[in-house]
């Protein structure tokens, strides 16, 4: 009963007393349809535009991966696991290194009374560090010069690569510096502690091994080199997937919330004009007069499927529309001198 009078005396109450018709309520119902699925498909629809322009972005960039240096299937798991591993001992031995030089830069810059303090100390973390890096990376560009990695998927170099005499001196010069800065500085360190009173094999043998493990390491980082590539884009090109796949289920997502939220708004406003339709009878009946048909633009409203129909149709003439809108905006930045927006260049 409220809701009678609330739309009687308040929102409808010219339709109400100006005719016997129904067809005012039938426009206003359809009309609050399109309202409010216009508002939100237009929202979700921007949104699935800009996805769809960042999947096509994706597509692009998996697309430029060279096809031929990429893990296939049956070789990427195995391989994986051994890059896995060799970078976890690279670690390893990159700390262990560290740790070793960081005793021997003790002797580069010594613990004094000026030198005390987190300072020093931070620079001598920092010069192991360096040093470290220097000789693993000289060992492994040494090795490359020498014994030039074969890169996984690419075919024999015709040419082969040049051996290149100045590059390969340049590096060894780097590693030999290197090698006989931990030499120098760890003897050194040894005969610093306790007066030198330390067993001669042990220290030689530490000093010996501080020099190998750069060696070692760069061994190693030449064996990743060989499927860095090749790994690496295998692994872009499962992301770019995974985005894509991700997007597509959004889409999904986006696509059945319109259709769902249309569903709804259209079934609400039938019900909606289904009350009015029968507040207006009643109000008819009180005033004696006879209820006249739906006029034929307005005979959508005699069910609820002929309803969904026009709304849909109308819906989809609205997204033509915006479709066509969007793509003028995006089309007026290209067009040239004498040409239509729109129309493609010869």
């Not at 973390?125 to 074969?150: M, N, W, Y």
């Not at 709804?264 to 048909?293: C, D, G, I, M, P």
């Amino acid at each position: 009963m409220l809701r009678y009078l609330y739309y009687r005396h308040w929102k409808f109450r010219p339709e109400f007393e100006k005719d016997n018709r129904i067809d005012p309520f039938a426009v206003y119902c359809m009309d609050a349809t399109q309202d409010a699925v216009k508002r939100k498909g237009d929202k979700i629809r921007k949104y699935i535009r800009n996805l769809t322009d960042r999947k096509k972005s994706f597509i692009e960039k998996r697309e430029r991966i060279p096809k031929d240096m990429i893990l296939e299937n049956d070789e990427y798991y195995n391989i994986r696991s051994k890059i896995r591993r060799l970078r976890f001992i690279l670690i390893l031995i990159f700390l262990a290194e560290s740790g070793l030089n960081y005793f021997t830069s003790l002797i580069a810059i010594p613990v004094t009374d000026e030198t005390k303090g987190i300072a020093f100390t931070l620079l001598r973390i920092a010069l192991a560090l360096v040093v470290t890096a220097i000789g693993i990376v000289c060992a492994d560009q040494f090795f490359e010069e020498i014994l030039p990695s074969k890169k996984y998927g690419v075919k024999e170099v015709t040419p082969p690569k040049k051996f290149n005499p100045m590059r390969m001196l340049v590096w060894l010069v780097g590693l030999v510096v290197i090698e006989y800065m931990i030499f120098h500085f760890g003897l050194a360190r040894v005969n610093d502690i306790e007066g030198g009173a330390v067993n001669g094999d042990t220290a030689k043998s530490l000093i010996i091994l501080s020099m190998v493990i750069p060696i070692v390491a760069g061994g190693i980082g030449w064996e990743i080199s060989n499927f860095r590539d090749a790994y690496r884009n295998r692994r872009l090109y499962d992301r770019y997937t995974n985005c894509i796949n991700h997007i597509d289920n959004k889409l999904e997502n986006l696509r059945e919330t319109e259709n769902g939220y249309f569903q709804k708004k259209t079934n609400n406003y039938w019900h909606t004009y289904n009350r009015l339709k029968n507040f207006k009878e009643y109000y008819n009946s009180k005033k004696q007069r006879e209820n006249v048909a739906l006029l034929k633009e307005n005979e959508f409203a005699t069910d609820y499927d002929r309803v969904y129909a026009e709304s849909l149709r109308r819906y989809n003439k609205h997204k033509e529309k915006q479709d066509a809108i969007e793509r003028t905006k995006i089309n007026t930045s290209e067009t040239t001198p004498g040409k239509k927006i729109g129309q493609d260049s010869d």
